[in-house]
């Protein structure tokens, strides 16, 4: 996979020897020296997991757009706060995608375990917080993970929320909704224009589709509401958009880091609840 080789990437940070790169493509750059120094003041500290997928983007995006997005996210939070960016998890739960050829799931269960399993490893290095950077919608289970961790008494969060992607649209001029901006639409092929425009293929500027209603998407699957994979306008992003929606997602990330960094606990911690 070129992409995952990818160095072209790389974001500047200073440290004791200069500046570095923190990142190398979709791949953290810290050496152990870097996560003990940053670690060295005795402050809480934030680990940032980015969890993508392996699924159809339509003919124009890569079928690892879902893991590019999240760690383009990833990438530019550890840009911009001392957290440690761990390496991406490239498969996940695209179960709704199988109709479409490369597509490549594992069951929730198992992404389940394997983020439980990355924080508690976190934990036993001094790792206290984990925020998983999802950037794959069909990733239902990520919200029981945090909430199951949460409820231990565990630090652990899931970004960005609903309500971050509502703001960081507003900010970069999204025209699309949410609702309308499903797969392959205007925030993912912005994204990819800005953080990864060599792996955006022609085409997207003629792919509008849209299909609001997709109450039966959990049973039928997206071949059931689109034959080409997307749903939204990608003609409408731009490299442009993608560079402020990660901008406005870099912002809202500091209210994650105050409630991690709070000393509360947060099992007793208020906050929206989930219907």
């Known amino acids: 996979m070129i992409w995952f080789l990818e160095q072209t990437k790389g974001r500047k940070e200073m440290s004791g020897s200069g500046a570095r790169a923190t990142a190398f493509g979709v791949m953290p750059a810290d ?10 003041d005795g402050s809480a500290q934030i680990a940032v997991l980015p969890v993508g997928s392996f699924e159809q983007h339509g003919p124009f995006l890569p079928l690892a757009t879902d893991t590019l997005v999240a760690c383009a996210v ?3 939070i550890a840009a911009a706060y001392p957290v440690q960016l761990l390496p991406p998890v ?6 709704e995608h199988a109709a479409w050829p490369g597509t ?16 508690a490893s976190l934990r036993r290095s001094g790792v206290d917080a984990l925020v998983v950077v999802n950037g794959h919608g069909g990733n239902y289970v990520l919200g029981n993970v945090v909430q199951e961790a949460s409820a231990r008494g565990e630090r652990m969060a899931l970004f960005p929320a609903a309500e971050d992607w509502e703001a960081a649209a507003r900010r970069a001029g999204v025209v699309t909704s949410l609702l309308t901006d499903m797969h392959a639409g205007e925030i993912e092929t ?16 003629s ?3 849209t299909a609001d209603d997709r109450r039966h998407l959990l049973t039928l699957g997206m071949s059931a509401y689109t034959e080409s994979g997307v749903i939204g306008r990608p003609s409408l992003g731009s490299a442009e958009k993608g560079q402020e929606l990660l901008a406005a997602l870099v912002d809202c990330f500091g209210a994650y880091v105050g409630l991690l ?3 509360e606990d947060p099992g007793r911690a208020g906050g929206n609840a989930a219907g």
Do not use: M, N
Not at 90 to 95: D, E, I, N
Not at 104 to 119: E, G, K, P, Y
Not at 194 to 204: D, M, Q, T
């Open 31 to 40: 050496t152990t020296e870097d996560v003990r120094a940053r670690g060295a």
């Open 74 to 76: 990833a990438r530019a």
């Open 90 to 95: 490239t498969l996940s739960c695209s179960h």
């Open 104 to 119: 490549v799931s594992i069951s929730a269960v198992t992404l389940h375990a394997v983020v439980a399993d990355v924080a």
């Open 190 to 205: 912005s994204v990819l224009l800005h953080a990864h425009p060599e792996f955006v293929r022609p085409g997207y500027e």
């Open 207 to 209: 792919a509008d589709f």
């Open 261 to 263: 960094t709070s000393g």
